[in-house]
Nanobody
Framework: QVQLVESGGGLVQAGGSLRLSCAAS????????MGWFRQAPGKEREFVAA????????AYADSVKGRFTISRDNAKNPVALQMNSLKPEDTAVYLC?????????????????WGQGTQVTVAS
């Protein structure tokens, strides 16, 4: 069993930056590929970014490419999502997820564990 806890959300002005972190407990996070998803009110959950177990490969949604960066340090716990040039449309609850698979996964159903989420609000 893996428990995931996100942190780093908040309120930011458009054009600003936030850095989200995801910490795992129960089993070491380095055993899993990790991903970030988001869900805005009234919308379906959508993929944001993912990173492989080794950290050697990443994947991004087109809407965040060039603005968001996912990273991990397997010697330390958190997986991070650096979000720059934020837009009001980035407002959502951001969820961290872990999968037993080794490669970066873009589909939600391939993830085995989910965090509760952290709110990101971007004001225009």
């Amino acid at each position: 069993q893996v428990q995931l806890v996100e942190s780093g959300g908040g309120l930011v002005q458009a054009g600003g930056s936030l850095r989200l972190s995801c910490a795992a407990s129960g089993r070491t996070e380095s055993h899993y590929a990790m991903g970030w998803f988001r869900q805005a009110p009234g919308k379906e959950r959508e993929f944001v970014a993912a990173i492989s177990r080794s950290g050697g490969s990443t994947a991004y949604a087109d809407s965040v490419k060039g603005r968001f960066t996912i990273s991990r340090d397997n010697a330390k716990n958190p997986v991070a999502l650096q979000m720059n040039s934020l837009k009001p449309e980035d407002t959502a609850v951001y969820l961290c997820a872990a999968t037993r698979m080794a490669t970066a996964q873009t589909l939600g159903h391939r993830y085995d564990w989910w965090g509760q989420g952290t709110q990101v609000t971007v004001a225009s």
